[in-house]
């Protein structure tokens, strides 16, 4: 008899890149390195990418953007899902994505020349030589393969950690007590356990009643008290609340927390089917999938050179290394998920806007190891404190966090060091690459020299100012409400837009406070820079205007806060302008309004003058979105609109990038089938005026969706450039063109 045995059969040439694992942060750690040059390598032990959020899953897309006003993250993430979108029939949510997807990120990666990938393969040891890894060692079943993957830099991206704690990267599970970091949510007593993993379903109206009728195992929710705290009054796509961890373990007891899951969704259904108070309305509804791969939370958490903490997210710490950054809530889940059916499945007992944090930057330090010199990070497995990982561990966060490793990746094997061995001077040229591939660091510029379009003189077809659109709805003053507002300069007066339900006038105080940036609600428990009074009828809808008074305070951001007044409301603006925020005060906290997860519409307010904080300028700013200003041109009206930028000498280029407008405001779930984002330019046009050859077309486009476009110097260009025009002939739909950032790169 012949004897079998799984040994090395294969020897890949050594890559510069190699990324293990292909979930979100994973793919895009892999995509950033090979699209900055490297030669990469990608290991997936599943058959299609995306992880938690690929068709095996089902898990949908949140990030900052959910918990924060104009927070959504861009970059390759935001390539990827403005893709996906536009071609899905189906809605976002639970349980919706759908074979597109897979094929998608798959096409995606093999488009890419730089990038190599092992998909049905395992990646289970290392090979060690010293302090750094040479290659990983992983088997391809189906093929009955062993690889032997050699690389320069390794990407641990498993979300299990595996690849790094076989190479000796120290690792916790679990809580850790107060005392280790000073973190104010931490408890007095450490614990294991971890947030629980979720199985997700998919259901369809079938158009006739369809029976449903329970395995034997599945358990029984008998009435609505036995699934209180779990609204299941929508059923297409299943619930991230079913939801099993502990006693398990999450890596050890998968197969265990899988049945268990599936006693528990078969349980819900059946409930929803035969139980509920509101079965008939799901009479016509049967499950159409079920997911059979637990998606998990949380495993091992490497402690890496940095650990990222609660305390440095809440205070916004501005790290020198700063790559990415989060914004999602501090999430903690019950214990032990749908089993504990007396408590609510987070937060229970507990505020929930007491664990909401704004955009904060996360550290390259926390995405290597100290102790593997050629290891980095992506996913969550990243080195952060659990209570910092509850922010950092949703997929939108993860694949920024991902795009930062694999770019840092393809630096280091570039310049053949260490992700510890960067020094000032590359952490910026790691930053500057990432902004340049619309990726957003907090308070970090475009300073790209090459970029010739910062020196350049801007100048459009015409330009929007400031002007307040009240809607019918509004945001009421019992506790009081801010509205941030950009200044261009000191006004004459300030207005806002008000309902008075009460059958007596009232005299409003309100105040203005400097803000840092359009998430700085810490801003409005400080003193006040001026104080106002508005004068509201009985009875009246509209606006009304209070002076501003001699002082001069200089543009910049300003909240303006009005105080609590019953019987008021404050009216919502119909539009959702860039760089407008909107506060609410809540349980004497202020919080972001109206609430999260919502399309976050500001308040109705400007002043007089109006302020011009739209202007041309905006876009060689230096800032690609909404933060310490606004940040984008905006047409007075609708296309065709044009900008034109005169640069300071004629000069060479080699590609012209262009980022269009965008809602900031939008998440992924308001984000319908077959969108295409309506501030983005449809069809625009971009020609260059030239020395000696006059105008000539760069280049045409119609049928654009995408924010980022970069558009390469055309084959046949010849001649130094003086000018660029950019014509927009049509948006997806927007009253306005809107542009964030034009960069023009000179030919090195």
Not at 1 to 8: I, N, P
Not at 249 to 256: A, F, L, P, Y
Not at 716 to 730: C, L, S
Request: aromatic share 8%; hydrophobic share 40%; with cysteine.
């Amino acid at each position: 008899m012949r004897e079998f045995r799984l040994d090395v059969t294969e020897t890949t040439p050594e890559f510069d890149v190699c990324v293990i694992g292909g979930g979100m942060a994973g793919y895009c750690a892999a995509l950033a390195a090979a699209r900055e040059g490297a030669r990469t390598v990608i290991i997936q032990d599943r058959p299609v990418f995306g992880g938690c959020g690929s068709t095996e899953m089902r898990v949908p897309f949140s990030g900052a953007g959910s918990h924060n006003p104009a927070a959504n993250e861009t970059g390759i993430i935001l390539e990827l899902l403005t893709e996906e979108r536009a071609h899905s029939p189906h809605s976002p949510g639970y349980g919706m994505v759908n074979a597109g997807w897979d094929l998608l990120l798959y096409d995606k990666a093999r488009r890419e020349p730089n990038l190599t990938t092992l998909l049905n393969t395992h990646a289970r040891n290392v090979v060690m030589d010293g302090n750094a890894i040479s290659a990983v060692i992983a088997v391809q079943l189906g093929t009955e393969k062993v690889w032997e993957v050699r690389a320069r830099v390794f990407i641990e991206a498993t979300g299990d950690g595996a690849i790094g704690a076989a190479a000796g990267v120290p690792f916790r599970i679990g809580q850790e007590v107060r005392s280790e970091y000073g973190e104010s949510m931490a408890p007095d007593e450490p614990w294991d356990w971890t947030l629980g993993s979720s199985l997700v379903f998919r259901a369809r109206d079938e158009g006739r009643p369809v029976d449903f009728v329970p395995p034997e195992w599945a358990v029984v929710y008998p009435d609505e008290e036995s699934l209180s705290h779990r609204g299941h009054g929508q059923f297409e796509g299943g619930y991230w609340w079913i939801e099993v961890g502990f006693p398990h373990e999450t890596i050890r007891d998968n197969e265990e927390i899988r049945d268990e899951l599936l006693a528990h969704l078969y349980g819900v259904w059946d409930h929803i089917k035969n139980r509920c108070t509101h079965r008939q309305t799901a009479a016509n509804w049967a499950l159409d999938w079920v997911g059979m791969l637990p998606a998990k939370r949380e495993s091992r958490r490497f402690i890496g050179a940095h650990v990222l903490t609660q305390t440095q997210i809440a205070e916004r710490e501005l790290f020198p290394d700063r790559v990415a950054y989060g914004g999602w809530i501090i999430d903690d889940h019950t214990k032990g998920g749908i089993v504990h059916r007396d408590q609510k499945p987070s937060f229970d007992g507990t505020e929930e806007t007491h664990f909401l944090v704004a955009p904060y930057s996360v550290p390259l330090r926390s995405l290597y190891a100290a102790n593997v010199s050629n290891l980095l990070f992506a996913g969550r497995v990243m080195s952060a404190s659990r209570l910092a990982f509850n922010s950092l561990r949703v997929q939108r966060t993860l694949a920024v966090v991902g795009q930062a490793a694999g770019s840092a990746a393809a630096l280091c094997s570039q310049k053949g060091c260490t992700p510890a061995e960067f020094a000032g001077g590359d952490i910026h040229t790691l930053q500057q690459s990432l902004l340049r591939q619309d990726c957003y660091i907090p308070r970090v510029r475009n300073e790209d020299s090459a970029d010739v379009a910062r020196q350049a003189r801007v100048t459009a077809s015409s330009t929007f100012s400031l002007v307040a659109q009240p809607a019918e709805d509004g945001v009421s003053l019992t506790e009081g409400a801010a509205q941030v507002l950009p200044l261009s300069e000191w006004p004459q007066q300030f207005r806002v837009y008000l309902r008075n339900t009460g059958d007596s006038g009232v005299a409003l105080s309100a105040t203005l406070h400097r803000a840092d940036d359009i998430w700085d609600l810490g801003a409005l428990d400080s003193e006040p820079c001026a104080a106002l009074e508005f004068i509201l009828p009985a009875g009246y809808t509209g606006p009304v205007v209070a002076d501003a008074g001699d002082a001069d305070l200089g543009l910049g951001l300003y909240w303006l806060k009005v105080e609590a007044a019953e019987g008021v409301l404050w009216l919502m603006q119909t539009e959702p302008l860039p760089g407008l925020t909107a506060a609410r005060r809540e349980q004497g906290r202020w919080v972001h309004s109206p609430s999260t997860f919502s399309s976050w519409r500001p308040l109705a307010a400007d002043v007089l003058p109006e302020s011009r904080c739209y202007e041309p300028g905006n876009i060689i700013n230096g800032v690609g979105r909404p933060e310490q200003w606004t940040n984008v041109w905006l047409s007075e009206g609708d296309a065709p609109q044009c900008v034109r930028l005169e640069l300071p000498a004629p000069v060479e280029l080699d590609r012209i990038q262009i980022a269009w407008g965008l809602n900031f405001n939008r998440s992924y779930f308001q984000m319908p089938a077959l969108m295409r984002a309506p501030e983005c330019a449809r069809d625009y046009r971009i020609e260059v005026e030239t020395s000696c050859h006059g105008r000539q077309v760069w280049a045409e486009v119609s049928g654009n969706y995408q924010r980022l476009r970069i558009h390469e110097r055309p084959a046949d260009f010849a001649g130094a450039i003086r000018e660029v025009i950019i014509t927009v002939e049509v948006t997806n739909g927007a009253p306005r063109v809107e542009i964030d950032e034009i960069r023009a790169h000179a030919v090195s």
